[in-house]
């Protein structure tokens, strides 16, 4: 939920959830006052910012966020949840397992780390694995490779400052992929086996086969988006329009699986390079 975050999205159709979640997602896509695509970000970032702000920080919401990103496609309703609360516990527990105490101390007083993680704890006794499965994960500064090869270049749909309804040009951008689960599943089944066959078990294929195994959790007649979101504020224009990481590093594939070890290597250093220049300026004063 960070402004310079990417996300990768799964929408799932109304028959995977529960019955009493299908009528109140049904519900939800008809109300006039949810967050709308344009805002929803922006919505989520704000929320996040109070909770972070306050006199006494809270890693998370007291409550899971009743709001999702939805999409129809053909008159059927697919339903991504924010679970801001889910999300925002895990992303805690990752912090707090990585940074030492007299340093968390910092972000977070001792005795409120103490009540999340309780708090978090109670949450997965009670809970199966379904409810501990998020249908968002974020990265902050840059996209991850692994997360490129569930899509195809043409798949990429690219807007800069485009023309708005009212007239005269918006400063919106975006930078998205959709896939379906079939093609998502696919690509990522024979991404790990070009790599396993001509690579080996290197870095990059256990990056992939993680989100392969993520992607087998939900329902199969599912949607894949890959959302550069925050990060192309980091992108000129002409950097936005020239990003064709998707379609390189499937290039990059391709050529591992002809043996073609040059146009491979080449492709995927564009690909490192692009967004090592970018991860960078997390570090730029």
């Known amino acids: 939920m960070l402004p310079y975050a990417a996300y990768l999205r799964v929408y799932e159709p109304l028959v995977a959830f529960s019955p009493a979640e299908r009528v109140s997602w049904a519900a939800y896509a008809e109300a006039t006052d949810r967050p709308r695509r344009a805002s929803a970000l922006h919505a989520e970032h704000g929320e996040a910012v109070r909770r972070l702000l306050g006199v006494s920080p809270t890693p998370a919401p007291a409550q899971e966020s009743p709001n999702?990103?939805?999409?129809?496609?053909?008159?059927v309703l697919y339903v991504c949840p924010w679970q801001s609360r889910l999300r925002s516990w895990l992303a805690f527990s990752r912090l707090r397992g990585t940074t030492p105490p007299k340093l968390m101390e910092r972000f977070v007083p001792a005795a409120v780390a103490e009540q999340t993680a309780d708090d978090f704890d109670r949450f997965k006794r009670r809970s199966d694995s379904a409810a501990l499965r998020t249908h968002i994960r974020s990265s902050t500064w840059h996209v991850p490779t692994a997360w490129f090869v569930p899509f195809d270049g043409n798949e990429r749909w690219l807007v800069i400052d485009g023309e708005s309804p009212q007239g005269g040009t918006t400063t919106t951008r975006n930078l998205i992929y959709v896939t379906s689960m079939a093609h998502a599943r696919r690509r990522?089944?024979?991404?790990?086996?070009?790599?396993?066959?001509?690579?080996?078990?290197v870095a990059v294929t256990s990056e992939v086969e993680d989100v392969a195994r993520w992607l087998e959790e939900f329902h199969p007649h599912s949607l894949v988006e890959l959302?550069?979101?925050?990060?192309?504020?980091?992108?000129?224009?002409?950097?936005?329009?020239?990003?064709?990481?998707?379609?390189?590093?499937?290039?990059?594939?391709?050529?591992?699986?002809?043996?073609?070890?040059?146009?491979a290597f080449a492709m995927y250093q564009r690909v490192i390079l692009r967004w090592r220049s970018i991860q960078l300026l997390e570090s730029a004063n």
């Open 227 to 263: 959302d550069y979101g925050g990060i192309v504020n980091l992108m000129d224009a002409e950097t936005l329009q020239a990003d064709e990481s998707v379609a390189e590093l499937a290039a990059a594939l391709t050529g591992l699986e002809k043996g073609e070890e040059d146009l």
């Open 68 to 75: 999702a990103y939805l999409r129809r496609v053909e008159d």
């Open 188 to 201: 990522s089944a024979r991404a790990l086996q070009i790599i396993r066959r001509q690579v080996g078990e």
